[in-house]
């Protein structure tokens, strides 16, 4: 586990308190520029006026305490197989986080193992810890390519989808939304992503949080509203999310 923290310039002299972000595995679930989403909270955190605390659990570590946000990267099935027991012996207390209410971004990989199970291709069944409705199969077919979503929470999402796992919604989550264009979770319904509590779930990758700063501020906003009972947001600079949604937006499937 090792801890980056942020200077004083960048915290600012006056912080209205530290939130700890936690990035799962990144050592074997960080094939997708999944280290950018919790680089993005940093900044964004220091943004808003308080103290980001940033770290990073791998398999053997010992979890962290007073966890603020999670953040869950991808991964191939070897990685999963790597982590797959050491979630499993985390699961009690990242179920309590989630139903405690803690915010998460879960893509890809952890996304799959989140739910009750990853299927792959050749059969071999990788259990999840069961944090969300859902199951997922491997399949000959991968989606790929840029994709645009509609949501009723965060507006247009932009991101990108690689993945030959499909996963499908049971009745305890819902779609975090609709796909414009691509695929999201599965070759048939239409829907990318899911929503539960404070979880955003996603295929969508590259990294995700730079061209939606919406989600980010989600994240946040819940995680300090959570610590101190409210949220007070400061000025985040958004010139080049902007710029990277124009460009994502104009880029084909």
Request: hydrophobic letters at 35%.
């Amino acid at each position: 586990m090792s801890l980056v923290t942020p200077s004083a310039e960048a915290a600012g002299d006056r912080s209205k308190g530290a939130l700890r972000v936690v990035q799962l595995y990144p050592r074997d679930m960080n094939i997708y520029g999944d280290w950018g989403n919790a680089l993005v909270l940093q900044r964004r955190i220091s943004w808003h006026g308080y103290t980001p605390e940033l770290l990073e659990y791998n398999v053997g570590d010992p979890f962290p305490a007073n966890v603020d946000i999670i953040v869950g990267g991808g991964g191939q099935d070897s990685g999963q197989l790597v982590i797959q027991d050491d979630l499993q012996a985390r699961a009690a207390e990242l179920k309590g986080l989630a139903e405690d209410g803690a915010p998460m971004l879960l893509i890809c990989g952890l996304y799959q193992l989140f739910g009750r199970f990853f299927k792959t291709r050749t059969g071999a069944v990788i259990p999840g810890i069961g944090v969300l409705d859902v199951e997922t199969h491997g399949t000959d077919e991968r989606l790929i390519g840029n994709v645009k979503v509609s949501t009723p929470e965060f507006g247009e999402v932009l991101g990108y989808e690689n993945h030959s796992g499909q996963t499908t919604l049971g009745e305890g989550v819902r779609p975090l939304g609709t796909t414009a264009k691509g695929t999201g979770n599965n070759s048939s319904d239409g829907h990318e992503g899911a929503r539960y509590r404070n979880i955003v779930a996603s295929y969508l990758h590259g990294s995700l949080l730079p061209k939606n700063p919406a989600i980010a501020d989600f994240l946040i906003r819940t995680a300090a509203e959570r610590r101190y009972g409210t949220f007070e947001p400061g000025h985040p600079d958004d010139r080049y999310a902007v710029l990277a949604r124009e460009h994502a937006a104009r880029r084909p499937r």
